[in-house]
């Protein structure tokens, strides 16, 4: 079990995104944007993984053989450009959306490069850039960019289907949105599910300059969950199998007709409904909240928690290990905490 408090060492200019934990093996991996970085459960450093220009967000674990998957995405909005003014890379590449592979028992020194190396594969996601370049619609019915406020991609686990076979692992992938607060149509989530058997036949090598479009031979189901409206979507996504949730962290909304809750939790032990979506001319699979009587309720339940969103893992025993981030000396860093789960007071730090 990893001590509270366990420290990710100073990291440079840009802040934590995600976490993943292998016990079994005894390893933590963090995401800051363009990095991965891998340590022993106490925090030694055991390598890392740089030469990213795009930005690396979520990422989970494959408890069977110890594979690391991110959410990885080359974007020409403020934030890709942001990114590459952090790291003084140039502007080489076009946009696109890819699930990142780390083979992670190859990971064994500092600053391994991403292509030269063969650590890394990736698979394309061409519904993702389908939607980003998409049109949406305002109020009026007047065309905006990015059909549902399409921003990317962000969270990423892996899960059983919604209704199903508790033992089938579907690799979830959820969209950023856009928080814009003068549009309707950017108010429900958007999970793309995968086989996660479909990934690795489809992975290749990715040179950022020229990157291929090879993408996995099975289309994704597509799910919406109707949470009202956040900045930037799903930052991370985790299923805890001891509650069958689907845990959403988020950056919290703006529109004042919704309770713009920090974390939202959907019910997998309900199957997805197929019903007319709010703000969208459009019927889609629906997933249910926590808590929630129909998949399109209002407001229909979350948590007050500020820090779920820089990395998020369950436990087996229904806790959870979660990333605080922090500046030490001018550089980003983190910590991770193990917390308690309650439905009903959230999350509590644990001594």
């Not at 944007?33 to 989970?60: A, D, F, N, Q, Y």
């Not at 407001?299 to 981030?325: L, V």
Request: proline share 7%; glycine share 12%; aromatic share 12%.
């Amino acid at each position: 079990m990893i001590k509270n408090g366990t420290f990710t060492g100073k990291q440079g200019k840009n802040h934590i995104q995600g976490m993943a934990v292998d016990e079994k093996r005894g390893y933590l991996y963090f995401s800051f944007t363009t990095r991965l970085i891998k340590t022993k459960l106490s925090g030694e450093p055991v390598g890392s993984v740089s030469g990213l220009v795009g930005h690396l967000g979520c990422i989970c674990l494959d408890p069977a053989d110890g594979r690391v998957y991110g959410s990885l995405e080359y974007k020409h909005d403020g934030i890709g450009r942001g990114i590459l003014r952090s790291i003084g890379a140039a502007d080489t590449f076009s946009d696109g959306f890819y699930v990142a592979v780390f083979d992670a028992d190859r990971i064994t020194r500092p600053d391994m490069d991403a292509e030269g190396d063969g650590i890394m594969t990736a698979c394309f996601l061409p519904e993702a850039l389908a939607d980003y370049e998409g049109a949406g619609f305002a109020p009026d019915g007047s065309p905006l960019p990015h059909r549902y406020g399409c921003s990317g991609i962000d969270g990423v686990c892996i899960a059983p289907p919604p209704g199903g076979d508790p033992a089938e692992e579907r690799l979830y992938v959820a969209y950023g949105v856009y928080g814009d607060v003068a549009r309707d149509d950017n108010d429900h989530q958007i999970l793309l599910s995968y086989p996660l058997d479909a990934f690795l036949p489809a992975a290749q090598p990715l040179k950022q300059a020229a990157p291929h479009r090879a993408a996995p031979a099975a289309r994704p189901e597509k799910y919406f969950v109707f949470t009202g409206n956040t900045e930037y979507g799903v930052q991370n996504l985790a299923y805890d199998a001891t509650r069958s949730l689907l845990f959403m962290a988020v950056y919290a909304g703006k529109k004042p007709a919704y309770q713009n809750w920090d974390v939202f939790a959907a019910d997998l032990t309900k199957p997805a409904a197929k019903t007319p979506l709010r703000g969208l001319a459009e019927t889609g699979a629906a997933l249910t909240l926590c808590g929630a009587d129909s998949p399109e309720e209002p407001n229909a339940g979350g948590w007050r928690f500020s820090y779920g969103q820089y990395g998020f893992c369950p436990r087996p025993d229904g806790t959870f290990y979660i990333a605080q981030p922090e500046t030490a000396g001018g550089e980003q860093a983190a910590r991770v905490f193990r917390f308690a789960f309650d439905p009903e007071t959230g999350f509590t730090r644990l001594t």
